[in-house]
């Protein structure tokens, strides 16, 4: 080891990379970075470090060598062991690459090498054959090249090269070694004869007719694929021999230098498989296509390139092909699934099986292969082009022209395997179909925001969008046209609920399931608001992928409310069975997507109309330019925006879209791939104007027409009257027929618990008035919390009334609302109990009680009569008055509460809440203003929790009220005077902390419309 | 005959000798049977020749011949 002493770094990298090309080389593992790889390298490693082996003894060898020679004679392989012998010495003798000297330890240990892995000579196994077969190798390599050399001198004039001739000269200076060798091998000649002749023969019958041959390989296309190694006949001129002079270099200057067996092609034959390799072919020569994955073949070299450099050339194509061959899997996938049906997403694609592609992808595949077609059919011009041979063409020109294809490529790329296969395979469809929209959409954003820079991407990437948002548009038309959610494939963001029928009262609320969650939180909240609780189980807490059809978010509301009502609407309708004027109807009606289309045409064409001008092309543009850009800008300006960067942006819009309508107008609805025009500058702006509209056009047509039939054919507005009527008791003359009867039972102490007497109560009342409702109120009663009840103002707690309104009214007037309803209805009764108390208590009652004591007395002794009386009268008199003034002042306050309940808030409401159910444009919309409206007067008659205490300051009075009416009846008899201080005393604190309360809410202005209360129980507050 | 400046590089007239080592040196591994190609053998010699123990050098070829066939 001591004689090598250069450069220690040096060498151990040579050291490094010679075992690892020896690993490669005997394990067959390529990649470097597979694990299996490293592990043989460490192995290695470990050995030649770390081994026990004794260092080289030349004598064993020798004598190991001596052996093998003994053991050929012994086999009587006698030319073997002659051969063995010379070549064993022959060896030692000659020096080695790196050392001079002869029968070093290196050459030994050579030897020793060759010796430990062949497989022991002295064993039987080693046989005739193998000798045979070496000795015939040996001559091959030998003679044939020799051989061929001669040959090829006499055959063609147009084989050979200067450089060619150069390696000739190489190979004589091998000369003597074949000699030798051949002088050796004296006995094997006839059989190289042969195979002289078998190799020669084809070429001498061709010798025979030079015509006909060189008419054939001018026609015929050299068999390059067999990898037959063949010499092309091509130009002398050293430039376009550069494989040859790079492949000489590399002999000359690294002995060790073994030239590899190289299949030559020509460029022709490079540029024609990479045409093919981009459209789709599969099985190519130079292109291998192996586990899917598309690879250049190794050993391909054209004669005018060095083989790395045309390997990183075709490499770089390979990957383009590996994306041609990815999609166009894709492609075959999906298409395999649907034969029958090539066009996706024309309405009527029959049920197939579980797997088979949904209509999304099945539009995309269409965008994809009609993409694939157009390219095509460049590839095809330029191998027509190559074939009629009167064009230079290079691979880098077909590069450099095929180059903004294969940029599209990249970018199709990236969008289906964003878009398409990264998504996990168990995903639902809807999740997919949304996930690739969601992917395509967001890539035109991108590309649309580097501006012009990626112009052709992004008309790309519209046409492509446009495609395969068609099926989703289809079923968005179809939903909010006809009012059937047709999804078969389940791969809408909105689901049907299938076990909620239409006519039920949950239809509204509980039928769609919105499966989608967008990033933000305002959507979240939207779907919570749109979709089911109580279908939740369908979706599953399960991870939510955050995944939304942004295109569609803007007018998702729109969307869902003209579905839910035109579903709604078809319901209704059907029972009037005006179907057949609808399907007359709908003949001649253009489909969401037709009328999108048609809106992105004119929005393009628009453009080309104000600028008719024709000047030279350039001085056009500019001109145009400025003067739509002043357009664009007088436009903003009335908006108040001065933006002149997006005027421009404008302006360049309509200017690019000049040639999009002509390939348009073909009578071809979808929109052509090459509609490069489409720039999406404004992107959101094309969907805002050619989209959006016949949406809302859609959704303010069905949802009106909903409102219309809600109203008119369902007299939902008579509906809700009646529950203001009965419930709020805006029917003053019924409801006083009523609850008259009631308070006049409860007054008379007799039992009206009873549920036919209050039914037939109120059957009595409305009938006379209102005959069609009579039939849909009923009243009942439930005993409540018996502890409450010993206040005579709970006592008519549980009283409940119930109006059966008809489907489809119910959406709006359901259960819920009808509970809060009776809550008011509950105050109102029992502020017009002690109102009617009030009122029905007669002065001359008093006054009959005040005198019956009086009488008594008289008969019992007259002559206390005059003193006593006047002892008592005085009493007696001044409790008649302050009970007079008493009832003066609850009746007041019971008055001003209830006018202020019946006309401030319950009528003034009422008012606003009619105006706004005529200007309702959706049923949500209405279904919301009653909600607000019964929350408004639900909070104003003081029926929060939060202001309980406001209202039980009420109830305390109102108790008051009824317990004084109570004593009123009962007579003067029945009172004490301490009682009547009482009653006064607690009146008066209720009124005080009412009076404060409510002042105080109102100079903090946060209930306005107390106001009114509050300055009438003032008024009261000061007269006491 | 240029002394060699160091392992692998070798003057231009050095080559003709070393290519005709490396073929009988070819023969005999053919001889032997040990199945080498010429770019192994070649590797192998450049090993050798740098002492890397024989050895151990051709147990690590069989142990990643069996390895590779199993």
Redesign the interface.
Known sequence: MARLVPSWTRLDKQQERDVRELIRRVSGLQDEADPNFQLALNFAWSNFRFHRFLDVNSHKVEKTIEGIYEKFIIHSDLSKAASWKKLTEEFLNSSLPSIKEIKTDAHYSILSLLLCLSDSPSNSNYVETPREKEVEKKDDFDWGKYLMEGEEIDLGPNVDTPNWSEDSEEEDAQQPLSREDSGIQVDRTPLEEQDQNRNLGPRVSWKDEPDGRSWLEQHVVHQYWTARPSRIPHSLHLHSNLAAVWDQHLYSSDPLYVPDDRVFVTETQVIRETLWLLSGVKKLFIFQLIDGKVTVRNNIIVTHLTHNCLRSVLEQIAAYGQVVFRLQEFIDEVMGHSSESPLPGSGSIPKKSAEAPFRTYQAFMWALYKYFISFKKELTEIEKCIINNDTTITLAIVVDKLSPRLAQLKVLHKVFSTGVAEVPPDTRNVVRASHLLNTLYKAILEYDNVGEASEQTVSLLFSLWVETVRPYLQTVDEWIVHGHLWDSAREFIIQRNKNVPVNHRDFWYATYTLYSVSEKTENEEKMNDNASASSGSDQGPSSRQHTMVSFLKPVLKQIIMAGKSMQLLKNLRCAESTACQVAARDADRKSLYTLFLESVQSRLRRGEDSTPQVLTDQQATKENLIKMQSIAERHLELDDIHDPLLAINFARLYLEQSDFHEKFSGGDICVDRSSESVTCQTFELTLRSCLYPHIDKQYLDCCGNLMQTLKKDYRLVEYLQAMRNFFLMEGGDTMYDFYTSIFDKIREKETWQNVSFLNVQLQEAVGQRYPEDSSRLSISFENVDTAKKKLPVHTLDGLTLSYKVPWPVDIVISLECQKIYNQVFLLLLQIKWAKYSLDVLLFGELANTAEKPHLKESLLSEQDTVAQFGSQKEPVGQQIHRMFLLRVKLMHFVNSLHNYIMTRILHSTGLEFQHQVEEAKDLDQLIKIHYRYLSTIHDRCLLREKVSFVKEAIMKVLNLALMFAEGWQAGLGAWQMESIEKMESDFKNCHMFLVTILNKAVCRGSFPHLESLALSLMAGMEQS | ?A??????V?M?T????????????L??????????????L????????????????????????K??EA
Do not use: F
């Open positions: 005959m002394t060699g400046s160091g392992p692998g070798s231009p050095n080559l003709n000798a070393v290519r005709e080592t490396m073929d009988v040196l023969e005999i591994s053919r001889n032997l049977n040990t199945g080498l190609d010429v770019e192994t070649s590797i192998c010699v450049r090993l050798c020749e740098q002492g890397i123990n024989p050895e151990a050098l051709s147990s690590v070829i069989k142990e990643l011949r390895a590779t």
